[in-house]
């Protein structure tokens, strides 16, 4: 989370401590995984959460983003009994929920299906909250969406985004939009919801692996300091191509921010998850290293 979200919800500027200090050795980061890293496993019931919180822990993860559909009865919210449970099976593993989310449409024209995927955003709030998450994942859309009506889409989104982004602030849940390369194609379009919600308690869940239009070093450059979550990926989309990530490119922009929190890293693709997972951890553990960054 920035220092600008942190000083307009009351918190302390770094600015204020001593200086000099280098940027990157005030980075307070915490490695956390994914757990749509093992979305085939979770979902055939191969894998259980207690499993999944044990192998985080044998990682050394800090926490765990878990989205709500591996939760039992998604999409309706289980019982806060239920989600208690989870939140303690995760910190008898020294784990925190670093996030969660869930599957809504807001491109939906019909104000009717909109209300619904409101009331779906707002029962996990609550969950949210239940389970010590304190962000929320939420998504823009999949409808298409005709040349030259994306804002008029975009701004009737953000009148819903905002009643979210209330209700969340009333519970205590920053509710984050990822960009998915759906309706959401570009840095800019991020900028432009951002700014319309103008809100501390909406963020973004930076997936570097959606930029497809332009650059996409340029394109996290220009949403970090939106960024309250990431989803960072062994791929990126360098116009409509996949690239392996440049994770020291990628922590030297990190380390020249004021970013601070969590970082949820993702594998996906064939092959065991447990050793993509492990490889790619400790490849982002050794470029974070490599950018000055504390690996926790």
Not at 211 to 217: L, R
Request: proline content about 5%; aromatic content about 10%.
């Amino acid at each position: 989370m920035g220092a600008t979200t942190l000083a307009l919800m009351g918190a302390p500027l770094l600015e204020a401590f001593p200086s000099p200090v280098p940027a990157s050795s005030m980075n307070n980061l915490k490695l956390s995984l994914n757990a749509y890293s093992f979305n085939s496993q979770l979902m055939k019931g191969e894998m259980s959460l207690e499993q999944l919180f044990d192998y985080c822990a044998e990682q050394g993860f800090r926490g765990v983003d878990l989205t709500a559909y591996y939760l039992e009865g998604y999409p309706e919210v289980p019982s806060v009994e239920y989600l208690f449970n989870v939140k303690r099976q995760a910190l008898k593993r020294g784990l925190h929920i670093s996030g969660t989310g869930v599957r809504n449409d807001f491109t939906l024209e019909d104000e009717g299906k909109r209300f619904a995927e409101k009331e779906r955003v707002k029962n996990w709030v609550k969950a949210a909250a239940n389970l010590g998450a304190p962000i929320l994942r939420v998504f823009s859309g999949l409808q298409k969406v005709k040349d030259g009506d994306w804002e008029k889409v975009a701004n009737r989104m953000v009148k819903d985004l905002r009643e979210c982004v209330e209700f969340g602030a009333a519970h205590g849940v920053v509710v984050a939009m990822q960009n998915h390369d759906d309706f959401i194609q570009t840095a800019d379009q991020v900028n432009y919801l951002s700014q319309a919600v103008d809100s501390p308690w909406y963020g973004l869940v930076l997936d570097i692996g959606s930029y497809a239009v332009h650059e996409p070093y340029d394109e996290i450059k220009k949403n970090l300091p939106l960024a309250v979550s990431w989803q960072i990926k062994e791929l990126v989309n360098h116009y409509g191509q996949s690239k392996p990530v440049d994770l020291r490119r990628l922590f030297d922009l990190i380390a020249r921010s004021d970013y601070h929190g969590y970082l949820p890293i993702e594998t996906l693709g064939p092959g065991d998850p447990k050793e993509k997972v492990r490889k790619f951890l400790g490849e982002v553990r050794e470029a974070m290293l490599q950018s000055g960054l504390r690996a926790g």
